[in-house]
């Protein structure tokens, strides 16, 4: 991927090895620009999160690391934050970093797309699912403190799907996108997952193209080797979607480049 912009260390405490590995992976890979988005602390979950006193700590490796390897790859510094209302902090929101990504893990308490949790869906209405999933999403976008919507379709990581239409479901969060100027991520961790394909599904890429929203590519890798895994199979589905060109941001500020 020439753009990879979803990347984590071991400080969020379910990924592994050292940035460095994942920076020389991507250098191999061809990529030109790739950024760290590990997982922003809060006052929620922090089994699977860096914790506010970490922050430092992450932000001085990477831009160590940008400096290291200016000559061969432009490294960015980003965090993914969980959108969560009530436990979102302004130390992460404030921090200086080139962008946020915006990611929904959570409908109300239950985290849905972690395996530990699984067995909840055979007691929840679908479909009422998916729609309380989009409308944290259109409040994500509509909130505007993130440049990158995180994997948009998560919900179906397990393969309970919907019977409704999933554009019906997904409408009014792919506007509120689109009016935020957000970017979509196109995202390989799905091949990974049993939904064996990426977020997000063609269906809705087509859509957010014909809104001309932005998009940009993530290996969400959690180990070097993740990274730039399912290059071939990602860029064909962007194209298949009708995009030819993808985003990065540096200070926040959106650039574009053809890919």
């Known amino acids: 991927m020439i753009v990879d912009l979803h990347n984590h260390t071991p400080l969020c405490n379910h990924a592994e090895g050292e940035p460095e590995a994942y920076i020389k992976a991507a250098i191999e890979a061809g990529s030109r620009y790739f950024g760290f988005a590990d997982h922003a602390p809060m006052d929620y979950d922090p089994k699977y999160r860096m914790g506010f006193a970490d922050m430092a700590r992450y932000e001085a490796e990477v831009l160590r690391l940008k400096e290291s390897y200016k000559e061969h790859i432009e490294i960015l510094l980003g965090y993914e934050v969980d959108y969560l209302e009530g436990h979102m902090d302004e130390r992460v929101l404030n921090a200086k970093v080139d962008y946020l990504i915006g990611s929904v893990h959570f409908i109300g308490d239950w985290g849905f797309d972690n395996p530990e949790f699984i067995g909840r869906y055979e007691h929840e209405d679908i479909d009422a699912v998916w729609q309380k999933y989009f409308d944290a999403i259109e409040a994500m976008a509509k909130s505007e403190l993130f440049q990158i919507v995180g994997h948009l379709d998560l919900i179906k990581v397990f393969k309970y799907m919907p ?31 049993p939904v064996a394909e990426p977020y997000p599904s063609l269906e809705l890429l087509q859509e957010a193209n014909r809104l001309g929203i932005p998009i940009t590519f993530a290996s969400d890798a959690h180990k070097p080797e993740q990274v730039n895994l399912f290059e071939n199979a990602i860029v064909s589905h962007a194209k298949a979607a009708g995009y030819s060109e993808c985003v990065y941001f540096i200070d926040k500020e959106m650039h574009r480049i053809p890919f």
Do not use: F
């Open 163 to 193: 019977t409704k239409p999933i554009l019906s479901i997904a409408s009014n969060a792919l506007l509120a996108i689109k009016e935020s100027g957000m970017a979509l991520e196109l995202n390989v961790a799905g091949y990974r997952k």
